[in-house]
């Protein structure tokens, strides 16, 4: 069974439902029956056209749940007037699903979550671990989303800038390692620029490029992460770093700065350096302070913290990360690091382990329980 195939179609089979009427939470129901049959009958009998197969299925799967039994008659009309099954245009509906979920009946956060949920196949829990809160807040959020678009027509697109935020939080999961969701997040934005000339497009296309191309030297073989400073450049793709700081650079000299824009100068200083010593903290740190006021965001005030610690020394550092709330995600990895720069190896050691227990993913606890074993083996800590 084919299951990248089954995720890529899926897109296109809902927006297909939709389009016919059904409301989005009845469709999404009726898709996913049709890819529990697809698991069950493609491996044995396949069919010659895949899309086209599921289309008449799902559809199907809504009419038997919409329809009660004192209207069976009404449902049988239907189905009858179904076009019969046959070959489906190969189109690529998933960039225009993406703008539908973003309705302007939700606010922009609650058609965010709906569309990671919906089309970015990214799950509750990690779509909670990208806003901040708890799992059960947004599982609540995500349901009011859908009880509001339940019975309205998708026929009103939502913004860009909604579905630049869905792109960018699909492409960071993916980018984790957690679900491999980079790639595809990166065609749509790819598709997105050569529809809508906007410097953010652009900005966000840059920003992908610019952290897909250090991809492959994020990980060791035996796939345990491997932290910025000490990954191999020479493993980096510079076709696309190449590729990310022109788009960028366009978008720059246009002189209506956002926050993707400024995300991508600071990939690409990065990206720009031929070893870690040689990256350009004192520009990172200008750069963060125009993301801060753009965004007022603590996730950009804490990588800006270790940027200073980076620029100004530690103590800097640890004064500005001094300023966030500690019970932000990453904020005691942060200052575990800022205390072993600082030459507190005691206390740094036990920052690593408490932030090991905090980590999001098994390969970040993996990197930090190590850190503070490293630390933990010197003698006099």
């Given at each position: 069974m084919d299951e990248a195939l089954l995720r890529r179609l899926t897109p296109g089979v809902l927006t297909v439902l939709v389009r016919r009427g059904a409301d989005f939470a009845a469709a999404e129901d009726a898709v996913q029956e049709a890819l529990v049959e697809a698991v069950r009958i493609w491996p044995a009998d396949p069919p010659r056209d895949a899309k086209g197969w599921l289309v008449t299925v799902a559809w199907r799967k809504f009419l038997d749940a919409a329809r009660s039994d004192t209207a069976r008659r009404r449902r049988e009309d239907r189905v009858e007037e179904e076009p019969a099954p046959g070959p489906t245009p190969a189109v690529d509906d998933t960039l225009q699903l993406y703008f539908l979920c973003a309705h302007p009946s939700l606010t922009p956060s609650s058609a965010v979550a709906l569309t990671l949920r919906a089309v970015g196949g990214l799950t509750t829990r990690q779509i909670a671990q990208a806003y901040l809160v708890p799992e059960a807040t947004m599982a609540q959020r995500i349901s009011r989303a859908k009880r509001t678009v339940s019975g309205v027509r998708f026929d009103q697109p939502g913004d860009v800038a909604t579905v630049l935020r869905v792109l960018y939080l699909v492409f960071n999961e993916g980018y984790?390692?957690?679900?491999?969701?980079?790639?595809?997040?990166?065609?749509?934005?790819?598709?997105?620029?050569?529809?809508?000339?906007?410097?953010?497009?652009?900005?966000?296309?840059?920003?992908?490029?610019?952290?897909?191309?250090?991809?492959?030297?994020?990980?060791?073989?035996?796939?345990?992460?491997?932290?910025?400073?000490?990954?191999?450049?020479?493993?980096?793709?510079?076709?696309?770093?190449?590729?990310?700081?022109?788009?960028?650079?366009?978008?720059?000299?246009?002189?209506?700065?956002?926050?993707?824009?400024?995300?991508?100068?600071?990939?690409?200083?990065?990206?720009?350096?031929?070893?870690?010593?040689?990256?350009?903290?004192?520009?990172?740190?200008?750069?963060?302070?125009?993301?801060?006021?753009?965004?007022?965001?603590?996730?950009?005030?804490?990588?800006?913290?270790?940027?200073?610690?980076?620029?100004?020394?530690?103590?800097?550092?640890?004064?500005?990360?001094?300023?966030?709330?500690?019970?932000?995600?990453?904020?005691?990895?942060?200052?575990?690091?800022?205390?072993?720069?600082?030459?507190?190896?005691?206390?740094?050691?036990?920052?690593?382990?408490?932030?090991?227990?905090?980590?999001?993913?098994?390969?970040?606890?993996?990197?930090?329980?190590?850190?503070?074993?490293?630390?933990?083996?010197?003698?006099?800590?």
């Open positions: 984790s390692g957690d679900v491999d969701l980079a790639a595809e997040a990166i065609r749509l934005t790819r598709q997105l620029a050569a529809a809508i000339d906007h410097p953010e497009v652009a900005g966000l296309l840059a920003l992908m490029l610019l952290h897909h191309a250090r991809r492959a030297s994020r990980t060791a073989p035996d796939g345990s992460l491997v932290p910025l400073a000490e990954q191999d450049r020479t493993r980096w793709d510079t076709a696309a770093i190449a590729e990310g700081v022109r788009i960028l650079q366009a978008a720059l000299a246009r002189d209506r700065l956002g926050e993707f824009q400024a995300q991508a100068a600071i990939a690409a200083l990065h990206a720009d350096a031929p070893t870690a010593e040689e990256t350009d903290w004192v520009q990172i740190v200008e750069w963060y302070d125009e993301l801060a006021r753009l965004t007022d965001s603590p996730v950009v005030r804490l990588n800006r913290a270790v940027a200073v610690g980076e620029a100004d020394g530690p103590r800097a550092g640890l004064a500005a990360l001094a300023a966030i709330e500690d019970s932000l995600p990453r904020h005691t990895a942060a200052a575990a690091y800022l205390h072993e720069r600082a030459g507190d190896l005691t206390t740094a050691a036990r920052l690593y382990a408490e932030a090991a227990h905090k980590a999001p993913n098994l390969a970040e606890r993996d990197y930090l329980t190590r850190q503070a074993a490293r630390l933990n083996s010197r003698p006099g800590v």
